[in-house]
């Protein structure tokens, strides 16, 4: 894949963006991003980025109110895109067809045109409207894929445990990804 949408919401859990803009340019991906205003405050909040931050790695922001961006449209070229972290509110938008947003829009692009579309949904604990729409998502072609850290190759950083977790994104999305310690690896 030559080029993908990423959208950051305002969910906890910014921490992983970094890390998979890192992986997505070591692997050659463009990388199209846009921001809702939620996920600018949390993500400042959190990590003390502002989107200007990720510039370095990101090759176009486009406006959250934008319907005119190219990935607005079926005819655009985007090979997936990835929600991380999705709000409850974004996948409940996403599993019931409003778009209300840009990030609404291109996710419904992506399930119209069958191409793939990871949600990376953080809430907890989870309630009956939340469990629905996620299994409303999957049905209509998402990929429900919650930002949980694994510990069994014993991180020695929080970045360290984030960069595990946009890895699995990574997998999932086909980009490739070196040196990664994996399961089973020898060593
Ligand atoms: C510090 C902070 C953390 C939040 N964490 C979550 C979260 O983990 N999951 C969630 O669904 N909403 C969370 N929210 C609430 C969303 O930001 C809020 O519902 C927002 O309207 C979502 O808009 P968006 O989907 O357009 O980003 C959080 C808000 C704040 C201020």
């Known amino acids: 894949m030559k080029r993908m949408v990423l959208a950051i919401t305002g969910a906890s859990g910014s921490l992983y963006v970094p890390e998979f803009l890192k992986l997505a340019q070591a692997a050659g991906v463009e990388v199209h991003a846009v921001i809702s205003d939620a996920g600018r405050e949390v993500m400042l909040l959190e990590t003390g980025l502002a989107p200007a931050d990720l510039d370095p790695w990101v090759a176009a922001w486009l406006g959250f109110k934008d319907f005119t961006a190219p990935m607005a449209s079926g005819s655009s070229r985007f090979g997936a895109m990835l929600v991380l972290p999705c709000t409850m509110g974004t996948l409940g ?48 072609g998402a990929i429900i894929c919650p930002p949980i850290p694994s510990f069994y190759h014993r991180p020695e950083s929080l970045s360290e445990m984030a960069r595990f977790v946009a890895a699995r994104y990574c997998d999932l999305l086909g980009i490739p990804v070196e040196g990664m310690k994996r399961w089973g690896d020898e060593g």
């Open 93 to 140: 938008a996403i599993a019931n067809g409003i778009s209300a947003n840009l990030i609404h829009r291109a996710a419904d692009v992506m399930l119209k045109e069958g191409r793939p579309l990871l949600l990376a949904v953080r809430e907890t604990p989870f309630n009956r409207v939340h469990l629905q729409n996620m299994l409303k998502a999957q049905e209509a």
